[in-house]
């Protein structure tokens, strides 16, 4: 289904549908995936296993360390979209059907009424608070979001008051922030905020005799965390540190992540990367559950609260189908085209429901 919504508006989404690529060097992963296989293929998707053979032979970029692959999943109808122009077109569509989008309001509180007479003792959301942030010069306005974002706190300086929004339905899609939210009207998430950094990596150097030619290429995720792309005239290449110490933290390491995590993992599988270097690169956050699979559905204990967060490092992937399986719910009252009904929050009361994802970069 993504996939055909993203061929549809292939131009105007950047999508390269030009395949993803997973390396396996262990054994129990690479028999996952072969297992995983049977299922995307009733979908549809021609995913190709491959051996280590074929996988040099047909991505001869990939001319080191090779006696470590055990073999590849190549999934041809995968790809690369612009997460942005992704969001801008969500944004659009809304607003031509009515929808308003209030910019720069924090949701700072939350008011709920108990329902009278209903069964149990449902809780009805009434309105959020919210505090609009001033937007000042570029500089103010960074340090202003930062603080926001990252402590939760809004500057005093910067709220130009506070307003009330009744609500008829409230979805707490707030990504890596939604227990922020989730915390407010007493609900625990078990979702955490992990840092992930990505960079752009120079593959045209002068002292680069013939450069590295990525054409026709996708998404390569080698089996040391590595995963990279062609991106514009470079390569955008990030590596999942394990372990990393949840937080929100949104600090780049620089040169160091590209010298220490990103050039010796790409120089040990392809040759073509000994001489590239390092552009610039950013880190944001994944909102990582137990199981490493997103929570969507309705918050038990209230009548008109829902949630679609935690995606864990696929929430753009999965935003379309996500996006349809909460409307028919929130129209419906019941998931109707998309059933969405094994990410609600309630498996993680047992964990024979979790929906485990092995496979994830
Ligand atoms: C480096 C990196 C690489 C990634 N690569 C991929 C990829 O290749 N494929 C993929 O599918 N996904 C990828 N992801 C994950 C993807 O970006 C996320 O899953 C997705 O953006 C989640 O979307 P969301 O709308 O749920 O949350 P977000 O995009 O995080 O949106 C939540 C919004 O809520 C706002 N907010 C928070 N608290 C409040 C409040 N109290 N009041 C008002 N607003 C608030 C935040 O400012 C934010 O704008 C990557 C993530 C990172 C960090």
């Known amino acids: 289904m993504t996939l055909d919504f993203f061929l549809e508006h292939k131009a105007q989404f950047g999508f390269r549908d030009r395949g993803y690529l997973w390396l396996y060097a262990d054994a129990a992963l690479y028999a996952r995936a072969i297992e995983k296989r049977r299922l995307q293929n ?25 006696h470590e692959i055990l073999g590849a999943t190549f999934s041809p109808r995968d790809g690369l979209v612009n997460p942005n122009a992704v969001r801008a077109w969500y944004r659009a569509e809304a607003e031509q059907l009515g929808v308003e989008f209030r910019n720069r309001h924090y949701i700072g509180g939350v008011e709920t009424e108990r329902m009278v007479g209903s069964a149990g003792s449902l809780r009805r959301v009434t309105a959020v608070q919210v505090i609009e942030v001033r937007r000042g010069s570029p500089d103010d306005e960074s340090g202003a979001v930062r603080e926001i974002l990252v402590t939760h706190r809004v500057p005093s300086e910067s709220a130009l008051g506070e307003a009330r929004i009744q609500c008829q339905a409230v979805v707490n899609c707030l990504g890596a922030w939604a227990p922020t939210f989730s915390a407010k009207v007493g609900v625990p998430d078990p979702t955490v905020p992990v840092r ?6 120079d593959v045209h150097r002068e002292d680069m005799a013939d450069g590295v030619s990525l054409d026709n290429l996708g998404m390569i995720v080698d089996p040391s965390g590595l995963y990279f792309h062609p991106e514009g005239p470079y390569v955008l290449a990030g590596y999942s540190i394990p372990d990393e110490v949840p937080g929100f933290d949104f600090d780049y390491d ?11 993992r790409l120089a040990h599988r392809c040759s073509s990367f000994e001489r590239c270097g390092h552009v610039r690169g950013w880190s944001g956050l994944y909102a990582v559950t137990p199981d490493r699979s997103g929570i969507a559905g309705g918050v038990a204990g ?12 696929r929430g753009v992937m999965q935003s379309y189908g996500v996006g349809r399986g909460m409307a028919g719910l929130i129209a419906a009252g019941a998931f109707d085209e998309v059933d969405l009904s094994p990410l609600t929050r309630a498996r993680f009361e047992e964990a ?7 496979l994830h970069i």
């Open 42 to 66: 009733e979908y549809g998707l021609g995913v190709e296993v491959l051996d280590s053979v074929e996988v040099r032979k047909r991505f001869p970029i990939l001319d080191r360390s090779m």
């Open 352 to 358: 024979g429901r979790w929906v485990r994802e092995e």
């Open 302 to 313: 209230f009548s008109n609260l829902f949630e679609a967060h935690s995606f864990t490092g």
């Open 254 to 264: 620089g040169a160091a992540f590209f010298e220490n995590q990103i050039w010796p």
């Open 196 to 201: 992930r950094q990505i960079c752009l990596v």
